[in-house]
């Protein structure tokens, strides 16, 4: 039984943890989960991710109830199969399917898992990060994964809806220093029973601060709305690598000022060098060290890189070390 | 893990928002389904179908989209006005009968933030009494403009579950038992139990006390202090009504207490409303009640019983809802034997008894209570009184020392403090105050009412040198005997006081002959012992 600390990271690292355990059969007790927060503890979305996984490889759990701190999670055999789950409180359907999506490759047979909830999130990847950023990545290193958004769901309202397939093969290690030559900006915008006013805003501002063409300004709205919500996307594509940039609409904030936030984040990625940025950085390390090896750049090490490679260290046989080069950081999974 | 379910209303004003921006306002029973740390496994929601089918529907929608983990039941309920509060009790009363509520698998939340005023009363009270098995849930609008599900409190109707609540009521114990010994800081044990009970008593049951103990031991006083208490609680709303039973005598009793009508009997020139019905929803206390006659006891009884009574000299019985406190210095177990009390009267009144211990029996509680009583003569007299410290050290050593019998208690320690105060030199009580009150009391104890002392017997006076040869074992016996015979008027007298529980057993007797015989084991006669 491995013994973790909760407090070294929020719900992100039990989602790791659960992966982890799921993947190498480890046994997990984990204590001080979310210690510090105003409400620490398992919160709903984290309790489907917990169910998600114990459903999937018939998990044997202990003390999973709302505003628990102490979790023991001891595996059995992944099952492929067909899976679905929602989320209450509009939580993440991505963080959820991030969590199973490792698991169910290394399972016998295909499986198709249905998510509900939110499919857009403050603080968790949208899912079009997921199908143009992280996945295409795994497929290059051996994946078979397809995802659908079929329904995008925002905060508070929920309701969304995620599809994914999922064929297993084992994964081989990835090497990505360079992102290669830009092919393509592409904008985004969602809106969802709000006046679709708010997304052209946004694309115009878009337009105005990156240069797109207009053929590159995608406007939708989501019929029927679930509930109100508007996301602004931003996909920056090179040869080896797509990144994507989300904005999230709120009240009391301008559709211009969510534009030029996410702008911002576009140029300081396109002006730097490193292949990956910060979030897809943190996402790769895991699928990477399931591979037994790979290497990538990024711009930053962040908190959360380091956290979760201490985790997989302690689950996986592999070193994950990084090193600064050319004005990036070179991070290395080795056996 | 146990489930959580909820019950309530689909609010008519805070829940009924439709369009796609009702997702941007608070409403109460969807919110409940949109808390980070809280999962309702089903919810029990009423509604008018009648008029809010468009509405539930929309209510479950959302909730089934917001916490899939939250089964919605409707429950279609027909409340022709829901502010009538019979109608809405009636209702909901209904609803939790129809309810099988398993309370060891499932925890249940009555959700009192939608549904009319007179709903959330009805839920209150429901909750309260059980027949809704659980905790209120409060919920509030958010603060921030970003959050939509707002707060949520569970309310415990437990009080004792609350820290702080249970502090309070601790306190206010505390004040109670405080009151009921007038303010002072007994230490006896049995005595401060006893007060507890008292209190617990006095503030949960309009049942009958009754209060044992010599005079002066506070009977009153302590009647007195639980009517104020219950009437602080609101339990009693009328009068204190008190009596001493052994003032009334002959057929002015029967009168007194229950009253009479015009005319009743000669001298009857009014309407008299008598004790009992001037305290209607009051307290009545009776003190000395083994005083009281065979006809009183018998009206006194129904009266208790029926709380109903017949006037003397009407063919009409009235009411009066009284509580009574008894008082009594008589053991009335043994009243009862010898028929001067009713048993059935007695069984009413032996529900609560009490026995409150002389002041003999209480030594400890003698020094609080002398600083009451200091206290008690400066307030009625507006005068400043202090003892002076070794004054004081050398009346607490006579005061709780064996010497001190205390057979007026209470009443006695009053007054010995009221006359030393009185006599005191500006305000202060010295020791010469002190010792010139010792003497007073020995006196008064041993005086003509008061049986006389064995140490009161001088016995070298009585005995002469021979007094030497006197056992302390002896002293004890021949003491009491001379102080008997000198209070009687004749040797017979003298031997049947002596000899009083071995006369019932002999078939013949001859207690002047044993008293002379013993007299005589130490040289005296009937003339020495009472002559000197």
């Known amino acids: ?335 | 893990m146990k489930k959580n379910v909820v019950i309530g209303f689909i609010g008519t004003q805070l829940d009924a928002r439709f369009g796609a921006e009702r997702w941007e306002r608070w409403r109460p029973t969807v919110a409940l389904g949109m808390h980070e740390d809280f999962v309702v496994h089903r919810m029990e929601l009423l509604i008018d179908m009648r008029r809010g089918a468009r509405l539930a529907k929309q209510i479950a929608a959302d909730l089934a989209q917001v916490s899939p983990e939250t089964e919605v039941c409707l429950h279609d309920t027909y409340i022709a006005n829901p502010w009538d509060f019979e109608s809405m009790y009636g209702a909901l009363h209904d609803f939790c009968a129809r309810q099988s509520f398993d309370p060891e698998h499932e925890d249940y939340y009555a959700h009192i933030t939608t549904g009319t005023h007179v709903a959330q009363i009805c839920l209150f009270l429901l909750t309260e009494s059980r027949h809704l098995p659980g905790r209120l849930l409060q919920t509030s609008p958010p603060r921030a403009r970003q959050d939509v599900a707002g707060a949520y409190s569970i309310i415990d109707l437990d009080l004792s579950k609350y820290d702080r609540i249970a502090q309070r009521f601790e306190q206010q114990q505390q004040e109670d038992r405080s009151f009921l010994k007038s303010g002072i800081a007994t230490r006896n044990a049995a005595f401060n139990t006893m007060i507890e009970q008292i209190e617990t008593v006095a503030i949960r049951s309009p049942a009958p006390m009754l209060l044992m103990g010599p005079t002066g031991a506070g009977k009153s006083q302590l009647a007195r202090r639980v009517y104020e208490l219950k009437r602080q609680r609101g339990t009693v709303s009328g009068a204190f009504v008190e009596i001493n039973c052994a003032t009334l005598r002959g057929d002015g009793a029967m009168s007194a207490l229950f009253g009479h009508r015009k005319g009743a009997f000669t001298g009857a020139v009014s309407e008299r409303a008598g004790l009992l019905r001037s305290a209607d929803r009051g307290v009545l206390f009776l003190d000395e009640i083994g005083e009281l006659g065979a006809d009183e006891q018998a009206m006194l009884l129904r009266a208790i019983e029926d709380k109903r009574f017949l006037p003397v000299g009407s063919d009409r019985e009235v009411c009066s809802d009284f509580q009574l406190i008894a008082g009594t210095n008589r053991d009335l177990g043994r009243e009862i034997a010898s028929g001067g009390f009713r048993d059935d009267l007695y069984a009413r009144l032996n529900l609560w008894t009490f026995e409150l211990p002389g002041l003999a029996a209480r030594r400890e509680d003698i020094e609080p209570n002398l600083d009451y009583e200091l206290e008690r003569y400066e307030r009625s007299t507006h005068q400043r009184v202090r003892f002076n410290v070794e004054a004081r050290e050398r009346y607490l050593r006579f005061a709780m020392s064996a010497d001190a019998q205390w057979p007026g208690n209470f009443r006695d320690l009053g007054a010995s403090v009221s006359r030393m105060a009185t006599l005191a030199v500006a305000g202060r009580i010295q020791v010469d105050g002190v010792d010139a009150e010792i003497a007073r009391l020995r006196r008064l104890w041993r005086s003509a009412d008061a049986p006389a002392m064995a140490a009161d017997v001088d016995f070298e006076a009585l005995l002469g040198e021979r007094v030497a040869e006197l056992d302390r074992f002896d002293r004890a016996q021949l003491g009491d005997v001379v102080a008997v015979c000198r209070r009687s008027r004749n040797l017979s007298e003298a031997g049947r006081t002596l000899f009083a529980a071995s006369r019932q057993t002999r078939r013949s007797t001859n207690d002047s002959d044993r008293l002379r015989k013993y007299l005589a084991r130490f040289g005296l006669s009937w003339s020495d012992v009472t002559v000197s």
């Not at chain 1, 992100?12 to 001080?32: K, P, V």
């Not at chain 1, 969590?99 to 399972?107: G, K, M, N, R, S």
């Not at chain 1, 899912?127 to 996945?135: P, V």
């Not at chain 1, 908190?303 to 600064?324: G, M, T, Y």
């Open chain 1, 1 to 335: 039984m491995l013994e973790l600390d909760g407090a070294a990271g929020g719900g992100q690292l039990l989602r790791s943890a659960l992966t982890l355990a799921m993947c190498t059969g480890q046994a997990f007790h984990i204590r001080r989960i979310r210690s510090g927060r105003s409400k620490p503890g398992l919160m709903r979305q984290h309790l489907t991710a917990v169910d998600a996984a114990a459903a999937i490889c018939s998990a044997d759990v202990d003390g999973a109830a709302p505003g628990a701190t102490a979790l023991r999670f001891t595996p059995g055999t992944i099952r492929g199969g067909d899976y679905a789950f929602a989320i209450g409180t509009a939580g993440s359907t991505t963080l959820v399917l991030q969590t199973v999506l490792p698991a169910l490759l290394c399972a016998n047979t295909p499986s198709t898992i249905d998510l509900q909830g939110g499919t857009h999130n403050p603080l968790a990847p949208p899912a079009e990060f997921l199908r143009d950023a992280y996945l295409p990545l795994l497929q290059r290193m051996g994946a078979d994964v397809e995802l659908e958004l079929q329904r995008p769901g925002f905060y508070p309202a929920g309701g969304g809806a995620l599809r994914a397939s999922i064929h297993p093969c084992p994964l081989q290690p990835l090497t990505l220093r360079e992102r290669g030559a830009l092919s393509g900006l592409q904008a985004l915008a969602w809106t969802s029973g709000i006046a679709p006013s708010v997304g052209e805003r946004e694309l115009a501002i878009v337009q105005r601060r990156l240069g797109l063409d207009a053929a590159d300004l995608q406007r939708r709205t989501v019929q029927p709305p679930s509930g109100p919500g508007n996301a602004l996307l931003l996909f920056a594509r090179h040869e080896a690598v797509c990144e994507v940039f989300c904005g999230f609409g709120a009240r009391g904030v301008s559709a211009e000022a969510v534009a030029e936030r996410t702008c911002e984040a576009v140029r300081d990625y396109l002006c730097g060098s490193a292949a990956v940025g910060a979030c897809l950085a943190d996402q790769l390390l895991l699928p990477l060290a399931l591979a037994g090896g790979g290497t990538f750049t990024t711009a930053r090490i962040t908190d959360h890189l380091q956290s979760n490679a201490r985790l997989i260290e302690k689950f996986l046989p592999v070193e994950i070390d990084w090193h600064e080069s050319d004005g990036c950081w070179q991070v290395d999974v080795r056996r």
